[in-house]
Protein backbone atom coordinates (compact mmCIF):
# COMPACT_ATOMS: atom_id res chain seq x y z
CA UNK A 1 0.00 0.00 0.00
CA UNK A 2 1.33 3.76 -0.44
CA UNK A 3 0.49 5.20 2.81
CA UNK A 4 1.06 9.21 3.58
CA UNK A 5 1.75 9.93 6.99
CA UNK A 6 1.38 14.05 7.56
CA UNK A 7 3.89 15.00 10.26
CA UNK A 8 5.62 12.27 9.30
CA UNK A 9 9.13 14.11 10.32
CA UNK A 10 7.91 14.73 13.84
CA UNK A 11 8.59 12.27 16.89
CA UNK A 12 5.77 10.11 16.09
CA UNK A 13 5.47 10.32 12.74
CA UNK A 14 8.91 9.38 12.43
CA UNK A 15 8.72 6.16 13.92
CA UNK A 16 5.71 5.04 12.24
CA UNK A 17 7.00 6.01 8.55
CA UNK A 18 9.82 3.58 10.04
CA UNK A 19 7.28 1.42 10.85
CA UNK A 20 5.61 1.05 7.37
CA UNK A 21 8.34 0.71 5.44
CA UNK A 22 9.53 -2.36 7.61
CA UNK A 23 6.26 -3.62 6.92
CA UNK A 24 6.79 -3.23 3.15
CA UNK A 25 4.44 -0.27 2.36
CA UNK A 26 5.58 2.88 0.20
CA UNK A 27 5.53 5.79 2.46
CA UNK A 28 5.15 9.33 1.40
CA UNK A 29 5.67 11.77 4.62
CA UNK A 30 4.96 15.20 4.70
CA UNK A 31 5.72 17.94 6.71
CA UNK A 32 5.87 21.27 6.88
CA UNK A 33 8.79 21.28 9.56
CA UNK A 34 7.32 23.17 12.44
CA UNK A 35 8.26 21.12 15.21
CA UNK A 36 9.78 17.97 12.89
CA UNK A 37 12.84 17.77 11.81
CA UNK A 38 14.56 16.16 8.35
CA UNK A 39 17.39 14.38 10.66
CA UNK A 40 14.59 12.30 12.32
CA UNK A 41 13.98 10.14 8.70
CA UNK A 42 17.03 10.92 7.46
CA UNK A 43 17.68 6.92 7.83
CA UNK A 44 14.87 6.73 5.47
CA UNK A 45 15.91 8.38 2.40
CA UNK A 46 17.96 5.94 0.51
CA UNK A 47 14.56 3.85 0.58
CA UNK A 48 13.18 3.25 -2.43
CA UNK A 49 9.93 3.11 -1.09
CA UNK A 50 10.16 6.77 0.93
CA UNK A 51 9.42 9.75 -0.20
CA UNK A 52 9.72 13.52 1.31
CA UNK A 53 7.37 16.57 0.39
CA UNK A 54 7.80 19.58 2.57
CA UNK A 55 3.98 20.48 2.80
CA UNK A 56 1.69 22.38 5.23
CA UNK A 57 -1.75 20.58 5.58
CA UNK A 58 -3.62 23.70 5.92
CA UNK A 59 -3.02 23.87 2.04
CA UNK A 60 -4.77 20.86 -0.12
CA UNK A 61 -2.78 18.48 -1.61
CA UNK A 62 -3.73 15.62 -4.52
CA UNK A 63 -1.71 12.09 -3.94
CA UNK A 64 -2.89 8.95 -4.96
CA UNK A 65 -2.42 7.30 -1.99
CA UNK A 66 -4.22 4.47 -0.28
CA UNK A 67 -3.72 5.15 3.35
CA UNK A 68 -3.78 9.12 4.90
CA UNK A 69 -2.17 8.98 8.80
CA UNK A 70 -2.59 12.19 10.00
CA UNK A 71 -0.58 13.27 12.65
CA UNK A 72 0.59 17.04 11.56
CA UNK A 73 0.21 18.89 14.69
CA UNK A 74 2.47 20.65 16.95
CA UNK A 75 1.86 18.39 20.17
CA UNK A 76 3.74 19.92 23.14
CA UNK A 77 2.21 22.86 24.66
CA UNK A 78 4.47 25.33 24.54
CA UNK A 79 4.73 24.53 20.49
CA UNK A 80 1.04 24.56 19.71
CA UNK A 81 0.88 28.01 22.11
CA UNK A 82 3.51 29.20 20.13
CA UNK A 83 1.31 30.54 17.01
CA UNK A 84 -2.46 28.83 18.35
CA UNK A 85 -4.33 30.82 15.87
CA UNK A 86 -1.64 28.29 13.06
CA UNK A 87 -2.48 25.54 15.48
CA UNK A 88 -5.57 25.71 15.22
CA UNK A 89 -6.11 25.90 11.26
CA UNK A 90 -3.44 23.28 11.62
CA UNK A 91 -6.42 20.71 13.03
CA UNK A 92 -9.07 21.99 11.78
CA UNK A 93 -8.22 22.67 8.13
CA UNK A 94 -5.82 20.00 8.10
CA UNK A 95 -8.53 17.73 8.88
CA UNK A 96 -10.57 18.84 6.23
CA UNK A 97 -7.89 18.70 3.48
CA UNK A 98 -6.81 15.33 4.13
CA UNK A 99 -10.09 13.91 4.24
CA UNK A 100 -11.02 15.79 1.20
CA UNK A 101 -8.29 13.73 -0.58
CA UNK A 102 -9.07 10.33 1.31
CA UNK A 103 -12.76 11.26 -0.06
CA UNK A 104 -11.43 11.58 -3.22
CA UNK A 105 -8.91 8.96 -3.74
CA UNK A 106 -10.95 6.33 -1.57
CA UNK A 107 -8.22 6.21 1.20
CA UNK A 108 -8.41 5.05 4.32
CA UNK A 109 -7.89 8.02 7.23
CA UNK A 110 -6.42 7.61 10.53
CA UNK A 111 -6.87 10.49 13.18
CA UNK A 112 -4.12 10.95 15.61
CA UNK A 113 -6.36 12.53 18.12
CA UNK A 114 -5.36 12.91 21.66
CA UNK A 115 -6.75 12.25 25.38
CA UNK A 116 -6.90 16.00 25.58
CA UNK A 117 -10.20 15.98 24.34
CA UNK A 118 -11.13 14.55 27.88
CA UNK A 119 -10.32 18.05 28.86
CA UNK A 120 -9.55 17.72 32.96
CA UNK A 121 -11.17 15.26 33.30
CA UNK A 122 -14.17 14.26 35.68
CA UNK A 123 -14.36 10.77 34.76
CA UNK A 124 -11.39 8.48 35.79
CA UNK A 125 -10.01 6.81 34.18
CA UNK A 126 -11.07 7.90 31.09
CA UNK A 127 -13.69 5.86 28.88
CA UNK A 128 -13.87 6.51 25.23
CA UNK A 129 -17.54 7.61 25.99
CA UNK A 130 -16.61 10.25 28.35
CA UNK A 131 -17.14 13.71 26.65
CA UNK A 132 -15.10 15.35 28.15
CA UNK A 133 -14.55 18.91 30.36
CA UNK A 134 -13.01 21.20 28.12
CA UNK A 135 -12.40 24.54 28.80
CA UNK A 136 -13.50 26.53 25.23
CA UNK A 137 -11.79 29.48 25.70
CA UNK A 138 -8.60 28.73 27.53
CA UNK A 139 -4.81 28.59 26.64
CA UNK A 140 -4.40 25.02 25.67
CA UNK A 141 -8.08 25.52 23.41
CA UNK A 142 -6.11 25.86 20.32
CA UNK A 143 -5.22 22.18 20.66
CA UNK A 144 -8.15 20.45 22.55
CA UNK A 145 -10.33 22.03 20.62
CA UNK A 146 -9.35 21.66 17.67
CA UNK A 147 -8.19 18.10 17.83
CA UNK A 148 -11.95 17.82 19.24
CA UNK A 149 -13.51 19.73 16.03
CA UNK A 150 -11.23 17.07 14.15
CA UNK A 151 -12.73 14.26 15.17
CA UNK A 152 -16.64 15.86 14.59
CA UNK A 153 -14.81 16.27 10.72
CA UNK A 154 -13.82 12.68 10.71
CA UNK A 155 -17.00 11.44 11.85
CA UNK A 156 -19.06 13.64 9.55
CA UNK A 157 -16.92 12.88 6.32
CA UNK A 158 -17.35 9.00 7.42
CA UNK A 159 -21.49 9.37 8.11
CA UNK A 160 -22.15 11.83 4.92
CA UNK A 161 -19.37 10.37 2.74
CA UNK A 162 -19.02 6.95 4.01
CA UNK A 163 -15.25 7.90 4.03
CA UNK A 164 -13.09 4.90 5.74
CA UNK A 165 -12.34 6.31 8.60
CA UNK A 166 -10.23 5.64 12.28
CA UNK A 167 -9.61 7.80 14.86
CA UNK A 168 -7.44 6.74 17.74
CA UNK A 169 -7.03 8.94 21.58
CA UNK A 170 -3.62 8.76 22.19
CA UNK A 171 -2.13 9.09 25.73
CA UNK A 172 0.69 10.73 26.65
CA UNK A 173 3.58 9.21 24.56
CA UNK A 174 7.47 9.16 24.86
CA UNK A 175 10.62 7.57 23.68
CA UNK A 176 13.68 8.64 21.26
CA UNK A 177 13.56 11.55 18.84
CA UNK A 178 11.62 14.05 20.99
CA UNK A 179 13.39 17.25 20.42
CA UNK A 180 15.64 17.94 23.66
CA UNK A 181 14.05 21.30 23.92
CA UNK A 182 10.38 19.70 23.50
CA UNK A 183 9.07 20.93 26.62
CA UNK A 184 7.16 17.83 27.76
CA UNK A 185 7.79 16.56 30.55
CA UNK A 186 9.61 13.61 30.30
CA UNK A 187 12.38 14.86 27.49
CA UNK A 188 12.52 17.75 30.07
CA UNK A 189 13.12 15.67 33.25
CA UNK A 190 15.67 13.41 31.70
CA UNK A 191 17.68 16.59 29.53
CA UNK A 192 17.66 18.55 32.88
CA UNK A 193 18.69 15.54 34.42
CA UNK A 194 21.64 14.74 32.43
CA UNK A 195 22.90 18.49 32.44
CA UNK A 196 23.06 18.51 35.77
CA UNK A 197 20.37 21.56 36.52
CA UNK A 198 16.91 21.57 38.43
CA UNK A 199 13.95 19.49 37.52
CA UNK A 200 11.03 21.97 37.30
CA UNK A 201 7.84 20.44 38.47
CA UNK A 202 4.69 22.88 37.60
CA UNK A 203 2.77 23.11 41.10
CA UNK A 204 3.20 20.53 43.58
CA UNK A 205 3.94 17.46 41.50
CA UNK A 206 0.46 15.62 42.39
CA UNK A 207 -1.01 16.03 38.78
CA UNK A 208 -1.09 12.85 37.18
CA UNK A 209 0.21 11.53 33.71
CA UNK A 210 -0.11 7.80 32.37
CA UNK A 211 3.12 7.63 30.08
CA UNK A 212 3.28 4.42 26.72
CA UNK A 213 6.43 4.18 25.23
CA UNK A 214 6.40 5.13 21.54
CA UNK A 215 6.68 1.43 20.15
CA UNK A 216 3.77 0.34 21.74
CA UNK A 217 1.78 2.94 20.62
CA UNK A 218 2.65 2.68 17.00
CA UNK A 219 2.09 -0.96 17.29
CA UNK A 220 -1.89 0.44 18.01
CA UNK A 221 -1.85 2.70 15.50
CA UNK A 222 -0.67 -0.44 12.93
CA UNK A 223 -3.53 -2.31 14.31
CA UNK A 224 -6.03 0.17 14.39
CA UNK A 225 -5.55 0.66 10.85
CA UNK A 226 -5.25 -2.55 9.87
CA UNK A 227 -9.07 -3.65 11.17
CA UNK A 228 -12.35 -3.35 9.84
CA UNK A 229 -14.82 -3.60 12.86
CA UNK A 230 -14.06 -0.24 14.50
CA UNK A 231 -14.02 3.34 13.66
CA UNK A 232 -13.05 4.39 16.73
CA UNK A 233 -12.19 6.52 18.88
CA UNK A 234 -10.04 3.96 20.65
CA UNK A 235 -7.80 5.05 23.67
CA UNK A 236 -4.29 4.42 23.22
CA UNK A 237 -1.78 4.64 26.01
CA UNK A 238 -0.78 2.99 28.84
CA UNK A 239 -2.76 2.70 31.69
CA UNK A 240 0.34 2.91 34.43
CA UNK A 241 -0.35 6.26 36.11
CA UNK A 242 2.37 8.14 37.94
CA UNK A 243 2.45 11.67 39.84
CA UNK A 244 5.33 14.13 38.18
CA UNK A 245 7.33 13.79 41.41
CA UNK A 246 7.24 10.16 41.52
CA UNK A 247 8.10 10.60 37.87
CA UNK A 248 11.00 13.16 38.23
CA UNK A 249 12.47 10.77 41.08
CA UNK A 250 12.09 7.63 38.69
CA UNK A 251 14.43 9.98 36.49
CA UNK A 252 17.12 11.20 38.97
CA UNK A 253 17.48 7.88 39.89
CA UNK A 254 17.79 6.17 37.00
CA UNK A 255 20.09 8.78 35.76
CA UNK A 256 21.88 8.62 38.75
CA UNK A 257 21.68 12.60 38.98
CA UNK A 258 22.51 14.80 41.73
CA UNK A 259 19.97 17.87 40.30
CA UNK A 260 17.65 18.83 42.43
CA UNK A 261 13.60 19.16 42.17
CA UNK A 262 12.01 22.82 42.00
CA UNK A 263 8.56 23.69 42.06
CA UNK A 264 7.28 26.03 39.57
CA UNK A 265 3.56 27.68 38.75
CA UNK A 266 1.03 25.21 37.20
CA UNK A 267 0.21 26.22 33.94
CA UNK A 268 -3.47 26.89 33.05
CA UNK A 269 -5.77 24.44 32.86
CA UNK A 270 -3.16 21.74 33.72
CA UNK A 271 -5.59 18.79 33.56
CA UNK A 272 -5.15 17.00 37.40
CA UNK A 273 -4.95 13.57 36.26
CA UNK A 274 -4.92 11.57 33.01
CA UNK A 275 -4.90 7.98 32.62
CA UNK A 276 -6.97 5.83 29.66
CA UNK A 277 -9.05 2.96 30.19
CA UNK A 278 -7.62 0.25 27.45
CA UNK A 279 -10.88 -2.23 27.46
CA UNK A 280 -11.68 -1.32 23.81
CA UNK A 281 -8.02 -1.38 22.39
CA UNK A 282 -7.21 -4.67 24.76
CA UNK A 283 -11.14 -6.30 22.98
CA UNK A 284 -11.15 -4.33 19.36
CA UNK A 285 -7.17 -4.44 18.91
CA UNK A 286 -6.28 -7.21 20.72
CA UNK A 287 -3.51 -4.28 22.22
CA UNK A 288 -2.05 -3.46 25.30
CA UNK A 289 1.35 -1.90 25.84
CA UNK A 290 3.95 -4.12 26.88
CA UNK A 291 6.89 -1.69 27.97
CA UNK A 292 6.63 -0.43 31.53
CA UNK A 293 7.78 3.30 32.24
CA UNK A 294 10.63 2.37 33.67
CA UNK A 295 12.17 0.18 30.75
CA UNK A 296 10.91 3.01 28.41
CA UNK A 297 12.77 5.95 30.30
CA UNK A 298 15.96 4.07 30.38
CA UNK A 299 15.78 3.51 26.68
CA UNK A 300 14.95 7.22 26.13
CA UNK A 301 17.91 8.33 28.87
CA UNK A 302 20.43 6.48 26.34
CA UNK A 303 19.12 8.32 23.41
CA UNK A 304 19.04 11.31 25.33
CA UNK A 305 22.48 10.92 26.40
CA UNK A 306 23.86 10.11 23.14
CA UNK A 307 22.43 13.12 21.55
CA UNK A 308 23.66 15.51 24.01
CA UNK A 309 27.15 13.84 24.09
CA UNK A 310 27.30 14.35 20.24
CA UNK A 311 26.65 18.00 20.61
P1 LIG B 1 5.64 16.45 16.95
O1 LIG B 1 5.51 17.91 17.23
O2 LIG B 1 6.97 15.81 17.11
O3 LIG B 1 5.12 16.10 15.50
C1 LIG B 1 4.18 16.88 14.78
C2 LIG B 1 4.66 16.97 13.35
O4 LIG B 1 3.68 17.69 12.58
C3 LIG B 1 5.98 17.74 13.21
O5 LIG B 1 6.84 17.04 12.34
C4 LIG B 1 5.55 19.07 12.64
O6 LIG B 1 6.58 19.71 11.90
C5 LIG B 1 4.37 18.67 11.79
N1 LIG B 1 3.42 19.75 11.52
C6 LIG B 1 2.92 20.64 12.42
N2 LIG B 1 2.08 21.48 11.79
C7 LIG B 1 2.04 21.11 10.49
C8 LIG B 1 1.36 21.61 9.36
N3 LIG B 1 0.54 22.68 9.43
N4 LIG B 1 1.57 20.99 8.16
C9 LIG B 1 2.41 19.94 8.06
N5 LIG B 1 3.08 19.43 9.11
C10 LIG B 1 2.91 20.01 10.31
O7 LIG B 1 4.55 15.73 17.88
P2 LIG B 1 4.24 14.18 18.10
O8 LIG B 1 4.36 13.91 19.54
O9 LIG B 1 4.97 13.36 17.14
O10 LIG B 1 2.68 14.16 17.76
C11 LIG B 1 2.18 13.67 16.53
C12 LIG B 1 0.67 13.67 16.55
O11 LIG B 1 0.19 12.86 17.61
C13 LIG B 1 0.06 15.07 16.75
O12 LIG B 1 -1.10 15.19 15.95
C14 LIG B 1 -0.32 15.06 18.21
O13 LIG B 1 -1.41 15.91 18.47
C15 LIG B 1 -0.69 13.60 18.43
N6 LIG B 1 -0.53 13.24 19.85
C16 LIG B 1 0.72 13.03 20.39
C17 LIG B 1 0.83 12.72 21.73
C18 LIG B 1 2.16 12.45 22.38
O14 LIG B 1 2.20 12.23 23.59
N7 LIG B 1 3.26 12.41 21.67
C19 LIG B 1 -0.32 12.63 22.53
C20 LIG B 1 -1.56 12.86 21.95
C21 LIG B 1 -1.65 13.16 20.60
N1 LIG C 1 5.31 19.40 33.67
C1 LIG C 1 6.21 19.59 34.72
N2 LIG C 1 7.47 20.02 34.42
C2 LIG C 1 7.90 20.21 33.15
C3 LIG C 1 6.99 20.00 32.08
C4 LIG C 1 5.70 19.60 32.38
O1 LIG C 1 5.87 19.39 35.89
O2 LIG C 1 9.08 20.59 32.98
C5 LIG C 1 3.96 18.91 33.99
C6 LIG C 1 2.83 19.63 33.30
O3 LIG C 1 2.42 20.76 34.04
C7 LIG C 1 1.77 18.55 33.25
C8 LIG C 1 2.56 17.26 33.10
O4 LIG C 1 3.90 17.57 33.53
O5 LIG C 1 1.06 18.50 34.47
C9 LIG C 1 2.62 16.74 31.68
O6 LIG C 1 3.00 17.80 30.84
P1 LIG C 1 3.27 17.60 29.28
O7 LIG C 1 3.48 18.97 28.71
O8 LIG C 1 4.33 16.60 29.09
O9 LIG C 1 1.93 16.95 28.73
P2 LIG C 1 0.37 17.35 28.86
O10 LIG C 1 0.19 18.39 29.92
O11 LIG C 1 0.00 17.85 27.52
O12 LIG C 1 -0.28 16.08 29.25
Redesign the pocket.
Known sequence: MRCLV?????????HLCERLLNDGHEVIC????????MA?VAHLRDNRNFELIR????EPILLEVDRIF???????PI?YQFNPV??I???VM?AINMLGLAKRVKARILQ?????VYGDPAVHPQTEDYWGNVNPIGIRSC?DEG?RVAETLFMDYHRQNKVDIRIV??????GP???PN?G?VVSNFIVQALNGEDLTIYGDGSQTRSF?YVDD?IEGFVRMMNQDKIIGPVNIGNPGEFTMLELAKEVLELTGSKSKIVYKPLPGDDPKMRRPDITLAKSALKWEPTIPLRQGLEKTIVYFDNLLKSK
Not at 6 to 14: E, K, W
Not at 70 to 76: I, K, Y
Open positions: TGGAGFLGSLDNYFTGRNHDVTNLACPASHKTKTSGASTSEYKRIFNTYRMLDRCL
